[in-house]
């Protein structure tokens, strides 16, 4: 676990085979998650890639910032411990606001970007009055008063029983979050509209959804791969928002096809 200070941020991440010259994965979680969404992933790809992972301000470990945020900020956060690292050349793999991200580190830094993996997210992410609502609910009784409706977003019924304790492992991940940090980002996501970036992106793109996924479903999704001109469109079965933890080899799978797919690999 590693902090680095990013203009008046600290942020806290992880970076594994610095150095190694292997290809670089860049992994952005989702609302309401800190980087350990991806420990399996992870584990799995330590031996083969160059990985950073982050918590996003507002999340886990990181600062709070100034909230609200913008995607932007977010992005800008990204690009900092990129450059810092001297990282290029990047794929990066953004779950839910991790690619609204994604989508604004291609727009503005489009020189560190080599593809893009969008899992479980679009280019344009809910309503202005879900998020509104969202935001009050909050702010007036705490993200636990949101636990419910948020896990069978995330997560299929058969996983969300009582006694799989990574299941309330991920509840209890949910509730931790600052209050102020989650606010702050669900007020980025309903300001966001990448639709025009969506149809700039010239590098290889491959757009991932859980089957069952209640954030932003299969429908969504492609809406975004659609956009994105020659992007790969795949449904995970067995998943809902958060594959990379229900589903994490069908996820690796895809993402090392992808990987091995692109053009000088």
């Known amino acids: ?7 008046d941020l600290v942020l806290s991440h992880d970076v594994h085979g610095l150095g190694s010259g292997k290809p670089a994965l860049v992994f952005i979680n989702s609302l309401g998650t800190d980087r350990r969404i991806w420990d399996r992933v992870v584990a799995e790809l330590a031996g083969d890639f160059t990985i950073l992972t ?5 999340h886990g470990l990181s600062d709070l910032g100034e909230p609200p945020y913008r995607i932007e900020d ?6 900092g411990l990129i450059d810092h690292y001297g990282l290029s050349d990047v794929i990066l793999c953004g779950l839910s606001v991790g690619g609204l991200i994604a989508l604004s580190l291609y727009d503005t830094r489009p020189d560190l970007v080599r593809a893009i993996v969008f899992a479980d997210t679009a280019h344009k992410i809910g309503t202005a009055e879900f998020w509104a609502a969202r935001i009050d609910a909050v702010r007036q009784n705490g993200i636990a008063s949101i636990l419910e409706p948020v896990m069978t977003r995330w997560f299929t019924a058969p996983y969300r029983v009582p006694d799989n304790a990574d299941y309330r492992g991920y509840c209890t991940m949910l509730v931790r979050q600052p209050p102020e940090g989650y606010a702050g980002t669900c007020a980025a996501i309903r300001d966001a509209d990448f639709t025009a970036v969506a149809r700039t992106i010239a590098v290889p793109a491959l757009c991932v959804v859980g089957e069952e996924d209640g954030s932003t479903p299969p429908d969504v999704v492609r809406s975004l791969a659609d956009l994105v001109p020659g992007a790969r469109f795949e449904i995970i079965p067995g998943a809902a928002h958060i594959p990379c933890v229900e589903t994490p080899e069908l996820f690796l799978a895809l993402l090392r096809g992808f990987v091995a797919d692109l053009p000088g690999d």
Do not use: W
């Open 1 to 7: 676990m590693k902090f680095m200070r990013i203009g």
């Open 54 to 58: 982050f918590d996003k301000r507002g």
């Open 74 to 79: 977010f992005s800008a956060d990204l690009a």
